[in-house]
């Protein structure tokens, strides 16, 4: 079960959809400040880029923004990091690409990943 420090500062900070949409990077970022002992997850959730928190202790998702999908979700985890410009994650092949002018996903990209059957 979730830790309850947890649900009680997603449900505080990001308490709908529409206050959770598009706002990952910076919930997770907070989030961490608040709670350091958790870890970065980067990937794919329903199709899209997107980054969450992980419990290792309890083998745990905490994501600050799981209100913005349709439940029940599926991870793919790329990096256990914020990737970087051009930066290549060799686990997993994904290539992080910082392009300006996407704007239907703000600016960020990943190629070689994810795998087929999912478009981002």
């Known amino acids: 079960m979730i830790n309850k420090k947890y649900t009680e500062w997603i449900d505080e900070k990001y308490p709908t959809p529409e206050k959770a949409k598009n706002k990952c990077n910076e919930a997770v970022r907070k989030m961490l400040?608040?709670?350091?002992?958790?870890?970065?997850?980067?990937?794919?959730?329903?199709g899209i880029y997107h980054c969450w928190l992980f419990d290792c202790d309890?083998?745990?998702?905490?994501d600050p923004t799981f209100r913005q999908f349709k439940h029940p979700l599926n991870y793919i985890v790329i990096a256990d990091r914020f990737l970087e410009k051009d930066e290549i994650e060799l686990s997993t092949g994904a290539i992080f690409l910082k392009d300006e002018d996407c704007i239907e996903c703000g600016g960020n990209k990943v190629i070689g990943y994810p795998p087929d059957g999912y478009e981002d």
């Open 33 to 46: 400040c608040y709670f350091p002992e958790l870890e970065i997850r980067v990937g794919w959730c329903e």
């Open 58 to 62: 309890k083998q745990m998702i905490i």
